[in-house]
């Protein structure tokens, strides 16, 4: 059997707030969002003058004004403070196990913990430990740096996807867990809804982990002997940054003659995430949609048809088009108005792998030779037939994202294209709470 750390796995040192405030302390991932300015006010009103996880973060509303140096200088110096003033409780060495109860009712499970990113890669076709489920675009990790390289704390928003069906790893442990007293229980800010955390520390309940990581690794590896033990659902970019911190971290302790030893166990080589399993019922998937504008419709739709050795037909109406799609992994609805008359074509495919992975590539190559053509994503059904009504675009109503294929999806085709799912709605998304020693 191996050992937590030959899967990648450490157990972390966990800094909690003494007398924790959830409802202040606690805001959600910096990357939501980020065209709305009134939320991030509302939060700061809501913790004005109290100790907060918004202290130590940059909203990526942010990210463009001209003040971001002052603020990631503001955000140094108030880590720094409450490592100081004695705003954290003592060091909690082991997991958390939480269960996060959503405004929509859903209850969804989680573990905090340590990864080594000499386990993680995001490039394509890796066959590390942990891999990436979208295309990383590498623009996005140099402001990100910015904002780790050198900071006391880190916060994790990172969600880790484990394909655990038999639902062993967190479902078992909450069992043995969530009798004691939990370190941690409240409401979240802002239809957040509430969160509680166990803690995972005791030789029994770690030898449990243990046993359960090894169990789902050995299902999750191939005859090249890799393992696919983790996907990235959540903060893709931010995990790209903290392996990107830690590569140039290495270097440099490289030339100041750090040995093995040093290297294994330097702070920065970890981060800290949630994992959570792809098959937990409170974990919903959704897929985000298409719009196209200033496309010839019917052009496209031929070509995906023949790319994707689709059959169309056309349907009466927005609601049985929205039925026919959801029947199917591998049905695609298109939405367009031409010439005054409104159109829903059906196009079924026999796909196997996840419908977008196929999908996407197709478009991007057809696009290529239409230079006045814009593509953006949207969320729900509501908005791929109201902007399907306007003249100038096209709206591509895409399936439900099959969990099943999730996983053998990215082992054999890579990461998946951007944009291609959202896990739950916005307010669903990972609150800040546990922090972690980071640059000394």
């Not at 108030?78 to 405004?103: C, H, P, V, W």
């Not at 109406?317 to 829903?344: D, H, M, P, R, T």
């Not at 085709?413 to 640059?439: H, T, V």
């Amino acid at each position: 059997m191996k050992t937590l750390e030959q899967l990648g796995i450490r157990i972390p040192q966990i800094l909690l707030p003494k007398n924790i405030d959830i409802s202040s302390w606690s805001v959600i991932a910096c990357d939501q969002y980020t065209q709305d300015r009134d939320y991030w006010k509302k939060v700061e009103e809501n913790t004005k003058g109290k100790a907060s996880t918004l202290n130590l973060i940059l909203p990526e509303v942010y990210l463009n004004d001209g003040d971001k140096a002052e603020r990631i200088a503001k955000i140094r110096q108030t880590m720094k403070s409450y490592l100081d003033q004695g705003i954290f409780d003592n060091e909690i060495n082991g997991f958390i196990y939480l269960e996060r109860k959503t405004a929509f009712g859903r209850v969804r499970k989680g573990l905090v913990a340590q990864i080594d990113l000499e386990s993680y890669e995001w490039k394509p076709f890796s066959k590390a430990n942990i891999r990436a489920t979208e295309a990383t675009i590498i623009d996005r990790i140099p402001p990100r740096k910015e904002i780790r390289k050198g900071a006391p704390l880190e916060l994790p928003h990172i969600m880790l996807l484990v394909n655990d069906k038999d639902k062993k790893l967190l479902e078992g442990i909450g069992e043995k867990v969530s009798k004691k007293k939990p370190l941690y229980q409240g409401e979240l800010m802002s239809n957040g809804g509430s969160i509680t955390g166990w803690e995972v520390s005791s030789n029994q309940e770690i030898e449990y982990l243990t046993q359960a990581l090894n169990e789902i690794a050995q299902k999750n590896s191939s005859d090249d002997g890799s393992t696919f033990l983790f996907a990235v659902g959540d903060g893709n970019h931010s995990l790209a940054t903290a392996k990107a911190v830690w590569d140039e971290h290495k270097e440099e302790l490289i030339k100041k003659g750090a040995d093995e030893n040093q290297l294994k166990n330097d702070p920065v080589r970890f981060a800290l995430i949630e994992i959570v399993n792809i098959y937990d019922q409170g974990l919903t998937f959704e897929p985000i949609h298409r719009v196209i504008f200033n496309i010839k419709s019917k052009d496209l739709i031929q070509e995906l048809s023949e790319k994707l050795q689709g059959s169309c037909s056309q349907l009466e109406s927005a609601e049985e088009l929205e039925k026919a799609v959801k029947e199917s992994w591998a049905n695609f609805g298109f939405v367009f108005k031409e010439n005054g008359i409104q159109n829903y074509i059906l196009m079924k495919t026999q796909i196997k792998e996840l419908a977008v992975s196929r999908l996407q590539p197709e478009i991007d190559n057809f696009l290529k030779s239409c230079p006045d053509s814009e593509i953006d994503y949207i969320h729900g059904s509501q908005e791929v037939f109201r902007l399907g009504s306007q003249e100038n675009a096209l709206t591509i109503l895409l399936p439900p994202i099959a969990k099943d294929s999730f996983f053998d999806t990215i082992n054999g085709r890579g990461p998946l294209p951007r944009k291609s799912f959202s896990m739950g709605e916005a307010d669903e998304k990972r609150f800040y709470l546990e922090c972690r020693r980071l640059f000394s």
